[in-house]
C-alpha cells in the first residue's frame, strides 16, 4: 500500500517513440469485430495496459496538470475511446516499462521505505518522484 501511494505513475510506456507512442495513428479504427484480451498476447499485461491508458485518458480529460505529473510530459493524448483503448492497449503492452529505472536510487529507497517505520523517511521517499517526473518530463522535449 505504501508504494501505491507515491504521488505518480510508477509505470508507463517506453518513451522511445514519444509518451504516447502507444496511441499511434497506425491503428486509425477498432477492429469491426469485438477485441479479445488473448489477441494482445499477454493477457494480464492487457488488461494493466488498457487500465493505465484509461487512467491516463481521464485525468487528460480531468486535470492535464496531473496528468502531465503521471506521465512526466505534457505531451496532449490524442482523441480516445474505450474501444480504441481495447486496440491501443493491445499494441502497447510489449512497451511497458517501471518508471525512473535511469535513477540507481529511487526504487531502492523507496522499497526501504516501504520497510521502515521512520514517517519522516517514508514521506521523503515518495515526494522524491516529483523532481524526477519533473525532469523526465525536461527531457522528453
Given at each position: 500500500m505504501?508504494?501505491?501511494?507515491t504521488?505518480?505513475?510508477l509505470a508507463g510506456?517506453d518513451?522511445?517513440?514519444?509518451?504516447c507512442?502507444p496511441?499511434?495513428d497506425r491503428?486509425?479504427?477498432?477492429?469491426?469485430g469485438?477485441?479479445?484480451w488473448?489477441?494482445?498476447?499477454?493477457?494480464?499485461?492487457?488488461?494493466?495496459a488498457?487500465?493505465?491508458l484509461t487512467?491516463?485518458?481521464?485525468?487528460d480529460?480531468r486535470d492535464r496538470l496531473?496528468?502531465?505529473?503521471?506521465?512526466?510530459t505534457?505531451?496532449?493524448?490524442?482523441e480516445?475511446?474505450?474501444?480504441?483503448i481495447?486496440?491501443?492497449?493491445?499494441e502497447?503492452?510489449?512497451r511497458?516499462?517501471?518508471r525512473?529505472?535511469n535513477?540507481?536510487?529511487?526504487w531502492?529507497?523507496?522499497?526501504?521505505a516501504?520497510r521502515?517505520h521512520d514517517?519522516?523517511?517514508r514521506?521523503?521517499?515518495?515526494?522524491?518522484v516529483i523532481?524526477?517526473?519533473?525532469?523526465?518530463?525536461?527531457?522528453?522535449r
Amino acid at each position: 500500500m505504501f508504494i501505491a501511494g507515491t504521488p505518480s505513475l510508477l509505470a508507463g510506456f517506453d518513451p522511445s517513440d514519444g509518451v504516447c507512442a502507444p496511441l499511434s495513428d497506425r491503428v486509425a479504427e477498432p477492429p469491426s469485430g469485438p477485441v479479445t484480451w488473448s489477441d494482445a498476447g499477454s493477457g494480464a499485461a492487457a488488461v494493466f495496459a488498457a487500465a493505465l491508458l484509461t487512467y491516463l485518458w481521464q485525468m487528460d480529460r480531468r486535470d492535464r496538470l496531473i496528468r502531465a505529473l503521471c506521465v512526466g510530459t505534457a505531451e496532449a493524448l490524442p482523441e480516445l475511446t474505450v474501444a480504441r483503448i481495447q486496440v491501443y492497449a493491445a499494441e502497447a503492452t510489449h512497451r511497458l516499462r517501471a518508471r525512473f529505472t535511469n535513477h540507481p536510487c529511487f526504487w531502492p529507497d523507496l522499497v526501504r521505505a516501504a520497510r521502515s517505520h521512520d514517517p519522516d523517511l517514508r514521506y521523503i521517499a515518495r515526494l522524491t518522484v516529483i523532481p524526477l517526473a519533473l525532469a523526465e518530463g525536461r527531457a522528453a522535449r
